[in-house]
C-alpha cells in the first residue's frame, strides 16, 4: 500500500527547505546589487506556496512505525528530485539569464545530480546570485536532496530507513551509528570540513574569495561546476590543480571512512578496505599509462605530463568533470582510455557518479572465481571485500545493476543518433550523462555545446541524469506496473 499523505506531507517539508534555501541566496543580489533578485524571490514564493499545499494536503498522516514503506521512499525520492529542479530551476528563467525553461531546467538537474553538463556559453556574464546558486545546488545534491533533510532535521521517525535505502550511494552501506540521522549529521560534518578547507586552501594559492568558495563547493560534491569558462585552467596556477585534484580524490572516498580516519584516528580501516585500494590502484594505474603517452606523443614535459595526466584521470574516475584542457586533443589512446574510466567512479558513500569501484571489484573477483570454479567445480569460492563475504544477493544486485547500466548507455546512444548527434559524440553524451560527470569525449572535444542540442534531447539527458545519479534502480523500479500494484 502507498501511503499517499505522508508523501505529500514529506515533499511539502522538503519544498519548504528548498525555499528557506532560495531565500538565502536572494541575499547575495542585494550584497552585489545585481538584478537576480526578483528570481530568487519568485522561485521560493512559488516553492513555499506549493510546499504548504503539501503540508495541507498530507496534514492528517502519522507517520507511525511501520507506516512508511520502501515503496513510499522510492516515491518520495524520486519526485523530490524532479521537484527541486522545477523550483530550482525558477531563478534563472525568472530572472531572464536563462530564457528557455527547459534550458533552465537542464542546468538545474545537472546541478542537483552533480553532473556538471551546462547549457551556458557565457558562464563569466552570470550574476554572483546565480552563480552561487549553481554551485549550491552541485553541494546539496553532493549527498542528496533527502539524505540532508534526514540529517539535518530528523522529524520523518522511522521512515528514515526508507528514504535513505531510496537515495543511498552504492551497493554496500556500512552505519556509522544505530540511528541514520546521527550517522547523517557525522557524514555532513566530513562533508562540511572538506569543503572548508578546500575553500581556505584554494584562497591561499590566490583564488578570489567567491571563487574558491564556489570551486570548493564543487569540487566537494564531485560535480564540477566552475565559475569560469576555461574551468580550472581559467587560474593558470600549478597550485590550483593540485589543490583541486587532491580535494577531488578525497572525495571520491567513502564518507564513512573519512569519518572514522578523521574523528576517530582509524587509518587501519581505511588501508584494509578494498575499495579504497581499487579505487587508489584505478587511478595510479591510469595516471602512470596516460602521463607517460603524454611524454612520448606530447611536447610536455615530465612534470606536465604527470600534473595533466593525474589531473584529468582524478576528474573522471571521481566524475568531477573539472578540465585544464581539451584532452580529446591529445592522441586518441589518451582519450579512450579517459573514456573507460568513466565508468568506474570513485567509492560508494561518497559524492562520486559512475558504476562505483566496489561493483568494478566485485565484478572481477566474480570473473576470477568463474575460471578458477572451471578448473575445480566443487570448489566452495566466495567473494570477499575487506575481509567478509558478499553475499550471493549482493552478487546478483551488482551483476543486474551493471546490465542496466550498459544497457542505458547504449539506449541513450541510439536515442542521441535518433536526434542527429553523430556518432561519436552521442556515445559520449549518453556515458556523461549516466555518469554524472559533465564532459564528454567526441570529435567536438570534451565540453560540447549542450545549448545546441534540441530540445528533446535536454529532457532525456535530465532523465539519464538522474537514473545516473538514483542508481538506475530507484527511478526505473518506479515505471515499473508491479510497482504500482495493491499488495
Known amino acids: 500500500m502507498i501511503h499517499v499523505k505522508i508523501i505529500h506531507r514529506i515533499l511539502g517539508v522538503l519544498l519548504l527547505i528548498e525555499a528557506g534555501i532560495l531565500l538565502l541566496c536572494a541575499l547575495l543580489p542585494l550584497f552585489y546589487g545585481e538584478n537576480d533578485l526578483f528570481g530568487f524571490i519568485m522561485g521560493s514564493l512559488l516553492a513555499a506556496c506549493f510546499g504548504l499545499l503539501q503540508m495541507m494536503i498530507g496534514k492528517s498522516a502519522r507517520n507511525r512505525e511501520g507506516a512508511m514503506s520502501r515503496r513510499d521512499g522510492y516515491i518520495v525520492v524520486a519526485i523530490s528530485w524532479v521537484l527541486f529542479s522545477v ?89 556509522l551509528h544505530p540511528r541514520i540521522s546521527v550517522s547523517g549529521r557525522w557524514i555532513i560534518t566530513v562533508y562540511v570540513l572538506i569543503t572548508l578547507l578546500c575553500a581556505v586552501s584554494l584562497r591561499l594559492c590566490g583564488m578570489g574569495v567567491f571563487d574558491s568558495v564556489n570551486h570548493a563547493l564543487c569540487t566537494a560534491a564531485t560535480g564540477g561546476f566552475s565559475t569560469k569558462n576555461a574551468s580550472i585552467a581559467y587560474f593558470n596556477s600549478h597550485s590550483v590543480e593540485y589543490v583541486i585534484t587532491f580535494f577531488m580524490f578525497l572525495s571520491g572516498i567513502n564518507y564513512g571512512l573519512l569519518f572514522f580516519v578523521a574523528f576517530r584516528g582509524k587509518l587501519r580501516k581505511l588501508t584494509e578496505d578494498t575499495e579504497f585500494k581499487w579505487y587508489l590502484t584505478i587511478t595510479l594505474l591510469f595516471t602512470a599509462i596516460i602521463a607517460i603517452s603524454l611524454y612520448i606523443s606530447t611536447p610536455y614535459n615530465g612534470g606536465a605530463s604527470v600534473r595533466n595526466a593525474l589531473f584529468h584521470v ?11 584542457t581539451d584532452y580529446t586533443l591529445w592522441p586518441p589512446f589518451i582519450w579512450m582510455l579517459l573514456g573507460l574510466a568513466m565508468y568506474f567512479g570513485a567509492c560508494a558513500g561518497s559524492t562520486s557518479g559512475g558504476m562505483k569501484s566496489i561493483r568494478i571489484a566485485i565484478l572481477f573477483k566474480s570473473m576470477r572465481n568463474e575460471f578458477n570454479r572451471i578448473l575445480h567445480p566443487n570448489a566452495v569460492l566466495p567473494v570477499r571485500v575487506s575481509g567478509k563475504v558478499i553475499p550471493p544477493a549482493t552478487k546478483q544486485s551488482v551483476l543486474t545493476f551493471s546490465v542496466f ?25 549518453s556515458l556523461a550523462c549516466l555518469s554524472n560527470i559533465g564532459l564528454t569525449i567526441g570529435d567536438h572535444g570534451c565540453n560540447i555545446s549542450w545549448g545546441d542540442m534540441p530540445a528533446i534531447g535536454k529532457w532525456f539527458s535530465t532523465f539519464l541524469m538522474l537514473v545516473g545519479r538514483l542508481e538506475v534502480f530507484s527511478v526505473l523500479l518506479i515505471l515499473t506496473p508491479s510497482f504500482w500494484k495493491h499488495r
Open 314 to 324: 582524478t576528474a573522471i574516475i571521481t566524475t568531477t568533470g573539472f578540465t585544464t
Open 87 to 175: 523550483f530550482g530551476s525558477l531563478p534563472y528563467y525568472v530572472s531572464g539569464y536563462i530564457p528557455s525553461f527547459t534550458d533552465a531546467y537542464f542546468e538545474t538537474m545537472s546541478g542537483f545530480t552533480t553532473t556538471g553538463a551546462t547549457i551556458l556559453n557565457d558562464i563569466e556574464a552570470m550574476p554572483h546570485g546565480l552563480l552561487f546558486w549553481r554551485s549550491l545546488t552541485q553541494w546539496i545534491g553532493g549527498l542528496g536532496i533527502v539524505f540532508f533533510t534526514v540529517a539535518v532535521l530528523p522529524i520523518f521517525g522511522v521512515g528514515e530507513v526508507q528514504l535513505f535505502a531510496a537515495e543511498a550511494i552504492g551497493p554496500t552501506h556500512g552505519k
Open 405 to 429: 547500466f550498459f544497457a542505458l548507455v547504449f539506449l541513450g546512444w541510439f536515442f542521441y543518433l535518433a536526434i542527429g548527434i553523430d556518432i561519436a559524440d552521442a556515445y559520449g553524451t
